[in-house]
């Protein structure tokens, strides 16, 4: 309403603006006393630090309106107290006895109070400005209350929410990391009990689930981060810095994070009941795999033991096994060609196999128990599509039958242990009496073989002697009669030791195939009574031969003493009276020289045979000790003036050896009534120089007779005479075995 209008329409009374001032006043108290408790409100929710949220911002403007209309409602009462006072003081003046008045009145009343009128049309238009502009914000008021405390309630509905959610955060913080630490606990365990299982079935169907739990876990633990993102953008809503603009879609935005915030909730509070679900099917699986390697632990203890037992069992075996093949070396050494030997060195061979195979048994069974360890460690390559129990049960299987194979074996060994064990018994025996046997026809041989050597110079003499036959005189007297019967008496003797060497043999190989045929010692009664009357008829043979040969010897003696009766001092006489005895099987180790000679080169020419030409000397060799043998010459004879000397040339003319008889220290000479000189002497002979005279055939023995002492053209100068000899070879060859100086021929 204007002015000028309350001028010409308006009529005024003393009271009439006290009712609504009143009514105003006490709406501008209750405006502000509401405005208060929303202040209050506000900046307890949003206190100073709080005043850049987004909720803070988004009821800001509404706020600070709110504070302005009652900063400017409360203007007005002092206002009112002012104009309303001077207002009706107006009608205590000239119009004082008026109870309201008009225009109308004033026009009546004279010019006079036309003033007054006017400052109370001034009074009343004032009052009615503040009235309407009070009524203009209270106008306002509701909606702007209204809307801030829709807005503050949601907002406290909000910080309950918050520190609601900050709780549960924490609840939930604590539950996801109480089922983390489950979880990683039985998925540690999984680990521990799988590994061994990586390549299998087994394993992959617990890493499923072990990767589902993980998976559970991880949307879990992601779920309790999301809600704590949660709880800081609600947080972030109250007391956060807002982005520019973010005010205005706030409760959009809220909506959205809290309808985030329920699904959280009912996902968080399901998912411990749903891992632990999850953490019981995977220790189910853990107990599985678990039980399983104990299973498989169990079983390679048990193999670990059983390989423990067996292989004492194949050690033993083997010790029995080569103890039994030593014995059998150790018997048959030396029968190696023999049927016999064949024979058990088959069963050896059998023995030993079976043992190899025993022993590979027990490989097979240690490579079993490393393919146990294998497949502990997780290094086992399974075929395609095979579980780890098949794996255990091949293995197993394996076990068993290496098991089998392995408690069977130490019978077949042992029956194969004696078996050679009676084998080696007859070999033993065999061996023993083929010894015997061989002893007794290599003495008969050996002594046949003398006799033969021997008989070559016997028949030599024979011819000599029977070419030597005076003329007109016949061989059929005696003493050529004698001579001829003795002889062709060993002729006789001799073909019966032949043959009887001939039965030894025989004898010998009948035992040999019959031995060939046996199996052992026990196992056949009839072929080892067999065994033993072979042996029975060797030693009836060989007492045979040994008479045989006794009767050889005699008829050779015989023959001898005939000639030693009948034909004296003839060569063949001279050659019976030196002997030199070898080593002989039959007459024992002998080795000696009863009677020395040389054969006399001056006088006539060598012959075949060394019993020819005897000298008046004597040269024999003496072996001393027999651990570094020293060896001597024995020079001895009789002449009719002292010798000088001798020494030996070889065919070269090198002197191997001269000895002067002024300086021999052990010499004996002793002078006889007929003036002959009867001498001995001692010289030391080194084995090299003995070995050098030995090697050269044709040297010479030079015996010094004399020195002749001659002048000539006023030169002294002396010959020396000597006489020339030649040692025979039979005595070479003696000394030749005395001093070792080459192998003995068998």
């Known amino acids: 309403m204007g002015s000028e209008m309350c001028i010409r329409d308006r009529t005024y009374t003393r009271d009439q603006f006290s009712a609504r001032v009143k009514d105003a006043l006490a709406a501008v108290k209750e405006t502000e006393s509401s405005f208060k408790s929303i202040d209050r409100a506000i900046k307890k929710q949003f206190p100073t630090g709080s005043q850049n949220s987004p909720i803070y911002l988004y009821l800001k403007e509404q706020y600070i309106s709110y504070g302005d209309i009652v900063k400017r409602t409360n203007t007005a009462e002092p206002l009112f107290k002012k104009n309303g006072a001077a207002f009706e003081k107006m009608f205590g003046g000239v119009l004082k006895r008026k109870e309201k008045i008009s225009n109308e009145d004033i026009e009546l009343m004279g010019p006079g109070w036309k003033d007054e009128f006017d400052e109370t049309k001034r009074l009343a238009n004032e009052l009615e400005a503040i009235l309407t502009s009070i009524q203009e914000d209270f106008a306002k008021v509701p909606s702007l209350d209204q809307f801030l405390r829709d807005i503050l309630e949601r907002s406290e509905k909000i910080a309950e929410l918050q520190k609601e959610l900050g709780k549960q955060v924490s609840s939930f913080s604590r539950e996801v990391e109480r089922n983390r630490k489950s979880t990683q606990a039985v998925e540690s365990e999984f680990k521990d009990v ?6 299998y079935p087994f394993f992959k169907e617990g890493d499923k689930i072990r990767e589902q739990l993980l998976s559970m876990q991880s949307e879990y633990t992601g779920n309790q981060t999301n809600l704590e993102n949660i709880h800081k953008q609600i947080r972030h809503f109250l007391s956060g810095v807002a982005s520019p603009g973010e005010e205005e879609t706030v409760w959009e935005s809220f909506d959205v994070i809290n309808e985030e915030r329920v699904k959280l909730l009912s996902s968080l509070d399901a998912s411990p009941a749903i891992l632990e679900a999850q953490r019981e099917k995977l220790e189910q699986v853990n107990r599985n795999m678990e039980d399983f390697r104990k299973e498989v632990t169990d079983a390679r203890d048990d193999l670990d033991k059983r390989l423990r037992f067996f292989t004492r069992e194949v050690e033993k075996n083997y010790k029995a096994a080569k103890k039994m093949e030593a014995q059998f070396i150790e018997v048959s050494a030396g029968i190696e060609t023999y ?76 029956q194969q242990r004696e078996k050679l064990d009676d084998l080696i018994k007859l070999i033993a025996e065999f061996k023993d009496v083929l010894e015997n046997m061989e002893t007794g026809i290599a003495s008969l041989d050996v002594s046949i073989r003398e006799e033969e050597a021997g008989l070559m110079e016997d028949s030599l003499r024979y011819i000599a002697l029977m070419v030597r036959i005076p003329a007109g005189f016949p061989d059929v007297n005696s003493p050529y009669l004698e001579l001829t019967s003795s002889f062709s008496d060993i002729a006789i003797k001799l073909d019966a030791s032949r043959k009887a060497l001939i039965d030894l043999r025989t004898a010998r190989e009948d035992l040999i195939s019959h031995v060939a045929t046996m199996d052992g010692v026990k196992n056949n009664a009839e072929k080892y009574d067999r065994f033993k009357q072979l042996q029975k008829d060797f030693a009836g043979a060989n007492k045979t031969g040994v008479k045989r040969l006794k009767e050889l010897d005699e008829a050779i003696e015989a023959y001898r003493q005939v000639i030693l009766n009948n034909f004296l001092n003839t060569p063949e006489y001279w050659a019976l009276l030196y002997e030199v005895e070898f080593k002989s099987s039959r007459k024992g180790d002998v080795l000696a020289e009863n009677y020395g000679f040389l054969l006399d080169m001056n006088r006539f020419a060598a012959e075949k045979y060394h019993g020819h030409l005897v000298s008046d000397f004597q040269l024999k060799l003496v072996k001393k000790g027999k651990v570094n043998p020293e060896f001597e010459f024995t020079f001895s004879g009789e002449y009719n003036f002292p010798i000088e000397g001798f020494k030996i040339v070889s065919s070269d003319g090198t002197v191997l050896m001269e000895c002067i008889r002024d300086s021999i220290p052990s010499k004996s000479e002793d002078v006889k009534d007929e003036g002959l000189v009867s001498f001995e002497w001692n010289v030391s002979v080194p084995v090299p120089t003995l070995a050098r005279i030995v090697d050269d055939p044709n040297h010479s023995f030079r015996i010094q007779f004399v020195t002749i002492g001659n002048r000539v053209n006023l030169t002294g100068y002396t010959t020396k005479m000597y006489r020339e000899y030649r040692i025979p070879q039979v005595r070479l060859d003696n000394w030749i075995e005395m001093a070792e100086l080459t192998e003995p021929v068998s």
């Open 194 to 199: 799988s590994t061994w299982l990586i390549k």
């Open 339 to 414: 049927p016999i030997f064949s024979e058990g060195d088959l069963v050896r061979e059998q023995l030993m196999s079976q043992q190899d195979e025993y022993n590979s048994y027990k490989d097979s069974l240690k490579a079993t128990l490393a393919h146990i360890d294998r497949f502990l460690a997780g290094k086992t390559e399974p075929e395609e599509g095979q579980n780890a129990r098949k794996t255990l049960d091949d293995i197993k299987n394996k076990q068993i039958k290496l098991e089998t194979q392995l408690e069977a074996k130490p019978e077949v060994l042992e």
